[in-house]
């Protein structure tokens, strides 16, 4: 080697291994950094360098020039780094070019950044074997963790609901960010949960696994503080709208825990809040929290400014140059916001979307409305502006029904040309969306349905593709078997179809067989079209024997206190349309009921003997009216909107004979509100009013008085076990009769509330309320006895791929409820445990 030559290698040499010492220093520090941003180094004006080592006007020496790159140290990238060197363009020093401190560098970063974390990065520069250089990059890998991280300190949250946070786990390499990321995590976990000043540190200790490998134990520990609730909101700067309100509009709440988040949206809140009040300039100028001075609670201040408050001036319609569809005077008739009204942001929102549906409704699925505002400050109003481009009544071209492979194509465009939807008609909305309501309730073999728009070579006219979700699995096969309070042990076969032949009919043979005189038989047909016309059909075969007991006794209940309840007969019943929404149907039912009674207790009186013995048969025609406006989210057991109501009347006895003569008067209503996300608020209310007609005594009625309790009216109570409160003598004709709680009421009503939780397409949670009362003919006022029961409660609905409901609801009785004493003729009080209710079928 030239003597220049070696002087100027051992220069470079020395200059290389200080500067690979200082670079994996300072690789190291930036990895240490969460934010793991690297930069190459700059030169001395700032600008990246990657010039080698000072060029020599006769080219490159060749004692300085990289002829080999090795990396050794780490089980896992050593092969996988050495290629991208060989590769080239991933790594800036390469075999060939003369060695360089701002490449070797700018290789370490990036070694650190995109393949660590190391505890450390050597480069080694030596003489290769016959010349050139041979630059060796040699990682420290950290040890790997032993066991799982430690947590001390905490007490208030437990190790299994923190461990989740982790992100440094048994038996990885270590790394300082991951335990840095998870010590914050378990920290803002500990501020969600009102611990706002929890302090979470970080502990090390080296050690050895039973390999003898260097290992670190890995520590956190919690100073958790005290909860922090809210002890008071605050606000400043409020005149013209009441603190109380402001408070209501945000989620931070005296009494709640503290959460960051929620402080930091509420200012969002309230800004809204205040839009709704004219103030559109209104906004949360500061915020701040301060512990309170027992120490014990956050106080939260919101500084406001209100601006001025504005007044509605009008809206301005405008068409633009084009002749509108639509009357303005239509259009306004939809704006509930007038002019010298407070400004309201929400209503303002609403009158524009009536308008919109008010033209997609009448088929101008394109219309376009821009919405604009211009305040006038120094006036204090605000005038609305509605650019309104209507675009061309869009008309249906062809249908295309896709997605079906069992159902007949006819099933679906039936459903589709009753509501006008068809080739050549106006593309409304409205017949869109009660069209799907339509399809979904023919039965749960629909499982999800879209309509699509696609384009054709006119410009007013568009296909309609009908998108479905076809269940093609709609027949039922079970035999199984449970055990029930009143039935003991039974078992059931079942076989139906909820699609017979692809033609939505539906079929169900249902036996069951019970060790407690338990003998069920029931044969069901349904259609929802009769020749060729929406006219529906139920028809129905039953004989059901079973025991019922009498819950209205003082003291245990036992199999004697009950009795067996039988029932055979046919029903059918015919639906018709007569509007949009409504159908009115009349239902045929004709029935032999009877009961045997188990001898009572010595002493008890037997009044429900000397009328519960025979057969009794009741031929009854019932009419009613329907108003369905629910809207389905895919399944028919899951409506999402609207709402369903009915009416109807029994009418018993007379011309259609029998020995029943009675008269049966039914109100029932749902309401479904969509909530947040997929939440959905479902209110049910049910009343029914008994008039007997026989005019001989009213306990004759037994088979068709009110009861109840169970899984279908008031969960939490058994069964039929929630009776009357009262007991006395009532007159029928010239006669006085006694009527005692334990035969049922002639009035009834209860209520259900239940809030609904998707969990996923199939099971859903759900928590209840339920409220309820029976009253009978000893109550002369309903006001003066009302006294509700109340239960509470949770559950799960599994939706089966064959198009059944199963329910498994568990009931907390929060009242106790009327017993009737045999012995004593009173009614004493009597309390229930909570109870578990399964059931397969479909709730309201």
């Not at 994996?24 to 700059?42: L, M, R, V």
């Not at 030596?126 to 799982?148: C, H, I, K, M, N």
């Not at 008039?691 to 069964?719: A, K, Q």
Request: hydrophobic share 35%; aromatic share 10%.
């Amino acid at each position: 080697m030239h003597p220049t030559s070696r002087v100027r290698f051992l220069a470079c040499v020395l200059a290389l291994c200080v500067g690979g010492l200082v670079s994996a220093a300072i690789a190291q520090e930036e990895t240490s950094d969460p934010s793991g941003a690297s930069e190459p180094a700059p030169t001395s004006d700032g600008a990246a360098s990657d010039s080698p080592v000072p060029d020599d006007s006769e080219g490159p020496d060749a004692d300085l020039v990289v002829t080999g790159i090795h990396v050794a140290g780490s089980e896992n990238v050593d092969s996988l780094i050495e290629g991208l060197f060989t590769q080239g363009g991933y790594f800036r020093t390469r075999i060939g070019d003369e060695v360089s401190i701002q490449a070797l560098s700018s290789d370490v970063r990036r070694v650190f950044v995109d393949y660590g974390p190391f505890a450390d990065v050597q480069v080694d520069v030596s003489p290769a074997d016959e010349s050139g250089l041979a630059v060796t990059f040699r990682l420290t890998e950290y040890p790997r963790v032993q066991g799982d991280v430690e947590v001390v300190g905490n007490s208030r949250l437990s190790y299994k609901k923190l461990k989740k946070l982790f992100t440094l786990r048994d038996g990885e390499r270590f790394s300082e960010y991951e335990l840095w990321s998870t010590a914050r995590a378990v920290e803002e976990k500990y501020r969600d949960e009102g611990f706002y000043f929890a302090a979470v540190t970080t502990h090390t200790e080296a050690t050895t696994n039973e390999l003898g490998d260097p290992a670190i134990l890995a520590r956190i520990e919690v100073d958790e503080g005290e909860r922090m609730k809210v002890a008071e909101v605050r606000f400043e700067g409020n005149a013209l709208v009441l603190s109380e309100d402001l408070e209501d509009a945000c989620q931070i709440r005296k009494g709640k825990r503290f959460r960051d988040d929620l402080y930091e949206e509420d200012p969002l809140r309230i800004r809204a809040h205040y839009n709704d009040e004219g103030c559109l300039n209104a906004k949360v100028v500061a915020s701040r929290r301060e512990v309170s001075e027992d120490g014990e609670g956050m106080i939260v201040t919101y500084v406001v400014d209100e601006g001025p408050q504005f007044v509605f001036d009008g809206y301005t319609v405008d068409f633009g140059d084009a002749d509108s569809q639509v009357s303005e005077k239509k259009i306004r008739g939809e704006l509930d916001l007038r002019p010298g009204d407070v400004f309201s942001a929400t209503q303002y929102r609403d009158d524009v979307m009536r308008v919109d549906e008010l033209y997609k409704n009448r088929g101008n699925i394109l219309v376009d409305i821009v919405d604009t505002l211009q305040p006038d400050t120094a006036a204090e109003s605000v005038r609305a502006t509605l650019s309104i481009r209507e675009g061309s009544t869009i008309t249906v071209g062809e249908i295309d029904v896709q997605g079906l492979s069992k159902t007949k194509d006819y099933i679906i465009r039936r459903e589709l040309e009753r509501m006008g939807i068809a080739p050549g008609e106006p593309m409304l909305a409205s017949n869109l969306q009660k069209a799907e309501q339509n399809i979904i309730q023919l039965g749960s073999f629909i499982q999800g349905l879209r309509f699509m728009p696609r384009g054709t070579d006119v410009d007013d006219r568009k296909d309609l593709v009908v998108e479905l979700r076809e269940n093609v699995r709609t027949g039922l096969f079970t035999i199984g078997g449970g055990y029930g309070s009143e039935s003991g042990v039974f078992g059931v076969a079942e076989i139906g179809d909820g699609n017979l032949l692809g033609r939505a009919y539906r079929v169900n043979i249902r036996g069951e067989l019970g060790q407690r005189a338990r003998r069920i038989g029931q044969v069901s047909f349904a259609t929802p079209w009769v020749l060729g016309t929406p006219t529906s059909l139920r028809a129905q075969l039953y004989s059901i024997n079973q025991r019922r007991f009498l819950y209205s006794y003082a003291g245990a209940i036992t199999a004697d206190d009950s009795y067996e309840d039988f029932r055979r007969g046919f029903s059918i019943s015919l639906g018709t349309p007569i509007s949009r929404d409504m159908r009115t149907f009349v239902t045929f039912r004709d029935e032999q009921v009877e009961a045997s009674f188990i001898p009572l207790v010595e002493g008890a009186d037997d009044d429900l003997n000397s009328f519960l013995v025979g057969a009794r048969e009741t031929r009854s025609v019932t009419a009613g009216l329907t108003r369905d406006t629910r809207r389905y989210r895919t399944s028919l057991f899951d409506p999402m909107a609207g709402g369903e109501d009915m009416v109807s009347f029994e009418h018993s006895g007379g011309l259609l004979g029998g020995r029943n003569a009675f008269r049966k008067y039914s109100v029932e209503s749902s309401r479904f509100f969509p909530s947040w996300w997929k939440f959905v608020l479902a209110l049910h209310a049910q009343a029914g009013y008994l008039d007997d007609r026989s005019g001989i005594n009213p306990t004759y009625l037994f088979y068709e008085r009110y009861w109840l309790g169970g899984i279908d009216t008031i969960r939490g109570y058994p069964d039929f076990s929630l009776i009357p409160s009262r007991a006395g003598d009532v007159a029928v004709g010239d006669a006085t009769v006694p009527i005692t709680p334990r035969i049922g009421g002639n009035r009834m009503f209860f209520m259900n509330a239940e809030y609904r939780i998707p969990i996923n397409p199939m099971i859903r949670g759900l928590a209840f309320v339920d409220v309820g009362q029976v009253w009978n003919e000893a109550t002369t006022s309903i006001r003066k006895d009302f006294d509700p029961i109340v239960s509470i409660g949770v559950g799960l609905r599994l939706e089966l791929v064959a198009g059944f409901l199963i329910r498994m609801e568990y009931g907390i009785p929060l009242t106790s409820v009327p017993v009737y004493d045999t012995a004593t003729r009173s009614v004493e009080r009597r309390s229930f445990s909570p109870r578990l209710h399964f059931s397969m079928g479909p709730a309201f």
